[in-house]
């Protein structure tokens, strides 16, 4: 299943950047339509700041929504509650972030497929000479996940175990957008 990231406050936006249009339609609706071409009814979104708004705009696209209550506590926390609403049907967890607008369902795909099927596996985007979301986590690293706390993020996994971890290329995943700035230079086309 996939578990998208939506529940951060956009502070450094200063408004609901999911919200915000890029292409003429809202920018969660970008990862969204990426993740409904790899797991169609099978999307989880994190929610936490902006909940209803956030909610409502992703409706038709999620099969769940999840309230992450300590959503202010950071990012480790919502991947903690996404793991624990999904853990039970799944035997791998695709992590991604809703502020990622240029992943493609063929990206995702591609992670995907790069998976074996073995519960030890972990398959990450690479880019910019680092290792990032999305990611797929198969389930031996359940447990670690829904330990996660603060705006820690799953970083750490990554690092810890590099025997077990396997990247696919992808640059583009490199853009996410942070500040009104990142929006605009991306929707110009200076994505540099």
């Known amino acids: 299943c996939i578990v998208m990231l939506a529940a951060g406050r956009s502070e ?4 609901a950047k ?3 249009e890029y292409r003429g339609k809202p920018l969660l609706h970008h990862a969204l339509s990426a993740a409904q071409g790899t797991c169609p009814g099978d999307i989880h979104l994190v929610v ?3 909940a209803e708004a956030i909610s409502d705009a992703a409706a038709g696209f999620v099969a769940t929504v999840i309230r ?3 959503y202010a506590t950071g990012t480790g926390s919502s991947i903690a509650c996404g793991v624990r609403a999904c853990r039970q049907h799944a ?5 991604m972030l809703a502020d990622q607008p240029l992943v493609s369902s063929a990206h995702l795909a591609q992670l995907v497929d790069s998976w074996t099927g073995a519960p030890d596996e972990i398959i990450a985007s690479r880019f910019s000479g680092t290792n990032g ?8 690293f359940f447990d670690e996940l829904e330990q996660l706390r603060g705006d820690v993020g799953a970083r750490a996994i990554l690092r810890n175990n590099p025997n077990r971890l396997r990247t696919v290329e992808f640059e583009a995943a490199s853009i996410d957008i942070d500040t009104p700035e990142d ?9 540099a």
């Open 12 to 15: 450094r936006f200063g408004s």
């Open 18 to 20: 999911l919200l915000a």
């Open 48 to 50: 936490g700041h902006n």
């Open 68 to 70: 992450n209550e300590a």
């Open 91 to 95: 035997d791998a967890i695709l992590i």
């Open 133 to 140: 979301p999305p990611v797929l986590f198969a389930s031996a």
């Open 183 to 191: 929006l605009g230079a991306l929707a110009s086309g200076n994505d």
